[in-house]
């Protein structure tokens, strides 16, 4: 597989990481560089001669440097060298790369040998219940305490909430932590951010709060939902689904996931990455999450734009988006040909459908089109040959404006309910990936 | 949702929550048998927000603005894409960088793929790179421009019809709304194209600019005035602002025959006259015919005692700058406006026979100056070479009272002389023993770059032999080292081969690195500026 200059930059971990790369990225500073069907690979003379290797199928790489950031410099300027030279000819891979892969595969092979004799492991089925009806206590206990909070708010009034201080939304948040209630937690924690963010802010503070309410109103009746459903409000709660309960039993759907877009956020010291992934047989859309610790890498590289071929295991839902990548067979750089795309009453109608399932729906991925920008109403406009029209969020798109010229294209993107998030575009029959977000 | 809005907003305990059953969302929490106020209206707030999410309708499409127009020159590469991408992303100290890559592209016919039209829109506010970065926009590029009021620089850079016709609404509109610094070069260009039309813009206007701007924009006719100008430079001249005066002065001064030359002329006259060689006998013509030196008069010079009213009426300042006498002052200001052409007629000298005779004066600081910025002022080629042959041949360890600003002004002589004369100076600085007492970044600044392959090629004999025989601490080597990173950007791409040769060994030192590292990042520029040309040119 061959990436683009642009999606190389984007696996940079920084912007310094990227510009000591691109130095790295001539000829003179590498020897035995090498490239087969299953790696790329160089020796690159530092301070002393480093060992790179990328491994192309699971899209993985390794540096003998001491370098704590992944991927190094050495790795973005191998990548480079491959991608602007022809420096890096096809060969044989030597020993150090083919010991590198055959260890990589028996760590894989180990790994799922591992994941297999846990679930086999006989489970101590009386503590496990103990340890579980403990939780539902102390999460139950939780909820309510939160209910008399929310109420609370209302008796005394929304318009007093501009003079509390974060404290008041943080004590809030860490009892719901105490409670093993981290969903709940993150959600009060974000109600913070909407006090005085506006002029509707009242508006959108009482619609979470009453989103919410109806979590909270629907834990309390579990046992009457569809166990779908049931899954979303525990979710929602704070219960997370054990990965290897997901692959186990987990929906899977094999097909050529093209990574829409990605974005990365900071939530403390945590880095979450979001890519939205589309089947491009199925129509399936999935949203694959990624965390990873300060500077530390995230597991598996997914590059916007990609194609991989792969299966998907998703998490059970009533409106199943969520999953994770349990097999990765190939990878193709770009996506050229045609995506199937809806108009914009399709796209309201889609999403009032998928709320009616799943009521605490936060956004849907979605591929519009044929729309053409509108640049100068505010926000920007989507808008389609109906005369329908779309807001979009986020800052100016001027790349994307740039890309489309003003004609009509095939719009990726993420819907919330008011407005489309772009993730990229149809342009002259290639899909384009606005860019990462991070 | 606005009534459960206000409820919420006052609180409930002020305000009990109606009963109304009229909104969906009351009937299914009345369902849910909520008794507490608060929850009542939490659940039917909760319910209400996803009704109107589900139920929200398309908003209607505005009137949309034409597509571009197909580009009609070609995008360059990916690889030539991501070293642009680079560039546009690095500091203002790498702008000459930006600007190369966009003459290559340029010379090779190529634009920026729309990927990077926004970054390149966002350079920052600099003349030269955003004239630069302009021309390789594209078609596509312009029309993404319309859409900022921050980019109308990529649009507005006045194009004026080649041919006579009135200038277009958008020119109009550039010179009634624009900035100053587009008014200016608007002015110019119609300038160009018809004067007369330039002309009367400038005084409709005139009497309601700022003096900064009309400074700028009598740049227009000063560059190049003819004899049409002079009424509009006359008017100038009795201007308020002593800047438009002084402009408006030596753009007078440059137009053969007008009034004010000839006055000038006049007074010049006044003040230097030209006495022939004594006859001497035959011995003492034999002596110079072996000596190889011509017959050269002397020059006189003869000062007025007082500066009369119609020369301060014509722009000459009475008061001196500090370190020069003021009689002096008057000699400087009125041989600067005097071509150096009328020097050579009245004596029959060469520029250079003139500047040495100036030089056996007791006014010698005064008239040299003045006959350099007559030769900057007239472009007056071999005047220009004959001062700075001068300066490099008797520049003093230091600058004495009153004498010549060197350090100033032989980078101006250079910068204005043909670059082959200027390369040839320095090549001979940089041959000769003395390197060490010059400011030779300054000097090398001023030439025109890229250099050609004969100077590049001298000053790499020049630098490497330094760098492998000198003492790297010494000063001559400082000023050696001082100099890479002009070489980096002004080196031509026949020496890229002969830069890029390994560092002595002596480098290697730790007491060292600093050189370097210099020398490092001078290779890299110059390593980046061989990968342009191979991305963009293919060569």
Redesign the interface.
């Known amino acids: 597989m061959e990436l683009?200059?642009?999606q190389i930059?984007a696996l940079a971990p920084d912007a310094s990481s990227l510009a000591a790369g691109?130095?790295l990225g001539?000829p003179?500073d590498w020897r035995s560089c090498g490239q087969s069907e299953l790696a790329l690979w160089g020796e690159c003379q530092g301070s002393a001669l480093y060992q790179v290797k990328v491994d192309l199928g699971a899209f993985a790489y390794n540096c003998s440097c001491p370098s704590r950031k992944l991927p190094c410099k050495h790795v973005l300027g191998l990548l480079?060298l491959s991608?602007?030279t022809s420096h890096v000819a096809a060969a044989a891979a030597p020993e150090w790369v083919a010991a590198w892969l055959a260890k990589r595969a028996e760590t894989a092979q180990k790994k799922e040998e591992k994941q297999q004799a846990a679930q086999d492991k006989p489970v101590d089925a009386a503590a496990q219940a103990k340890r579980a009806a403990r939780r539902e206590s102390s999460v139950h206990d939780g909820v309510a305490q939160l209910?008399l909070w929310?109420?609370?708010l209302?008796?005394?009034?929304?318009?007093?909430l501009e003079r509390k201080p974060l404290a008041f939304w943080q004590e809030q948040a860490k009892r719901l932590v105490d409670a093993q209630a981290k969903g709940l937690a993150r959600r009060v924690e974000r109600l913070s951010e909407l006090v005085s963010s506006g002029r509707d802010w009242?508006?959108r503070m009482?619609?979470e709060?009453?989103?919410?309410?109806?979590a909270t109103?629907a834990f309390q009746h579990l046992d009457a939902l569809d166990p779908a459903l049931q899954a979303d409000v525990r979710q929602i709660i704070g219960w997370t689904v054990d990965s290897a309960d997901v692959q186990a039993r987990g929906d899977i759907t094999s097909d050529r996931w093209l990574a829409l877009g990605q974005s990365v956020q900071e939530e403390e010291r945590l880095r979450v990455e979001r890519n939205w992934l589309l089947g491009l047989s199925t129509g399936r859309a999935a949203l694959v999450l990624q965390f990873a610790f300060g500077k530390q890498p995230f597991e598996t590289a997914i590059l916007p734009g990609t194609v991989i071929d792969g299966d998907l295991a998703f998490y059970p839902s009533a409106l199943a988006q969520r999953a994770q990548i349990v097999a990765r067979r190939a990878c193709e750089q770009r996506f050229s040909g045609q995506l199937a795309a809806i108009s914009?009453?399709e796209l309201?109608s889609g999403?009032?459908a998928a709320?009616?399932v799943q009521?605490w729906l936060e956004s849907l991925p979605a591929v519009i089109g044929p729309v053409?920008i509108?640049?100068?109403?505010t926000p920007w406009?989507a808008?389609?040959n109906s005369?329908?029209?779309?807001?979009l969020a986020g800052s100016p798109h001027?790349?994307l404006?740039?890309?489309c010229?003003?004609?009509p294209v095939e719009l990726a993107g993420v819907w919330d309910?008011?407005a489309l998030t772009p993730l990229g575009a149809m342009i002259d029959g290639n899909y384009?990936a606005i860019g990462s977000k991070r | 949702m606005q009534h459960l809005v206000e409820q919420a907003i006052v609180g409930t305990a002020r305000l009990p929550t109606s009963q109304s059953a009229d909104h969906p969302a009351i009937a299914l929490v009345d369902r849910a048998a909520a008794t507490a106020a608060e929850r009542r209206l939490l659940l039917a707030a909760g319910v209400a927000s996803i009704y109107e999410t589900a139920g929200r309708l398309a908003t209607t499409a505005p009137e949309l603005p034409e597509p571009a127009a197909p580009q009609s020159q070609v995008e360059c590469n990916s690889s030539a894409a991501a070293l642009m991408d680079d560039l546009l992303g690095r500091a203002i100290v790498d702008q000459p960088l930006l600007v190369e890559a966009c003459e290559l592209l340029l010379e090779a016919r190529q634009i920026l793929p729309p990927a990077l039209l926004f970054r390149a829109l966002e350079i920052p506010n600099r003349k030269e790179l955003r004239a630069a970065v302009r021309r390789v926009l594209g078609e596509r590029g312009r029309w993404l421009a319309q859409f900022n009021d921050n980019w109308q620089w990529a649009r507005h850079h006045a194009e004026v019809a080649e041919t006579a016709e009135p200038p277009s609404a958008e020119a109009e509109t550039v010179w009634q709304e624009g900035e100053l610094p587009a008014r200016a070069e608007l002015l110019g260009k119609i300038r160009q194209q018809d004067a007369a039309r330039a002309r009367r813009w400038l005084a409709d206007v005139w009497n309601t600019e700022k003096a900064d701007a009309r400074v700028a924009l009598l740049a227009a006719f000063t560059a190049m005035p003819t004899a049409d100008d002079i009424p509009l430079l006359e008017l100038a001249l009795k201007d308020r602002s002593a800047a438009v005066r002084s402009a408006a002065t030596v753009a007078l001064a440059t137009i053969k025959d007008s009034p004010l030359s000839a006055r000038m002329v006049e007074r010049a006259g006044s003040m230097l006259a030209y006495q022939e060689p004594a006859k001497g006998g035959v011995g003492l013509a034999l002596k110079r015919m072996v000596r190889g030196k011509a017959s050269v008069g002397s020059l006189v010079v003869a000062l007025p005692a007082e500066l009369p009213q119609d020369w301060r009426l014509d722009g000459i300042e009475a008061k001196p700058p500090q370190g020069r006498g003021e009689r002096a002052h008057w000699l400087v200001q009125v041989v600067s406006l005097v071509s150096p052409e009328h020097w050579n007629q009245r004596t029959s000298l060469s520029a250079a026979e003139v500047v040495e005779a100036a030089s056996q004066t007791e006014h010698s600081a005064a008239l040299i100056e003045a006959f350099a910025n007559a030769a900057l002022t007239f472009h007056a080629t071999d005047w220009l070479t004959a001062v700075c042959d001068h300066g490099l041949a008797h520049v003093p360890a230091k600058r004495e009272p009153g004498g010549i600003d060197w350090v100033n002004l032989l980078p101006r002589l250079l910068s204005a002389m043909p670059a082959a004369d200027a390369e040839q100076r320095l090549a001979r600085l940089l041959a000769g023993p003395a390197t060490h007492a010059w400011d030779l970044p300054t000097l090398l600044q001023a030439i025109a770059t890229p250099w050609s392959e004969a100077f590049g090629h001298n000053y790499l004999r020049w630098f490497w032999k330094l760098a492998k025989n000198v003492d790297v601490r010494s000063s001559e080597a400082q000023r050696a080292w001082s100099t890479l990173p002009q070489a980096a950007l002004a080196l031509p791409p026949a020496c890229f081969a002969a830069a890029l040769s390994e560092p002595p060994a002596a480098l290697e030192e730790s007491s060292h690195r600093y050189w370097l590292n210099e020398l490092t990042k001078c290779q890299e520029t110059l390593r980046l500026r061989k990968r342009l040309r191979e991305a963009i040119s293919g060569s």
Do not use: H, Y
């Open positions: 683009s200059l642009e930059s691109k130095k001539s003179k480079l991608a602007s209910d929310m109420n609370d209302v008796r005394a009034g929304l318009a007093g009242p508006a009482l619609a709060l009453g989103r919410l309410a109806l109103e914009i009453d309201l999403f009032a709320l009616a009521p053409r509108a640049p100068q109403s406009l808008c389609d005369g329908a029209a779309a807001p001027w790349t404006l740039a890309l010229a003003g004609k309910g008011a384009v």
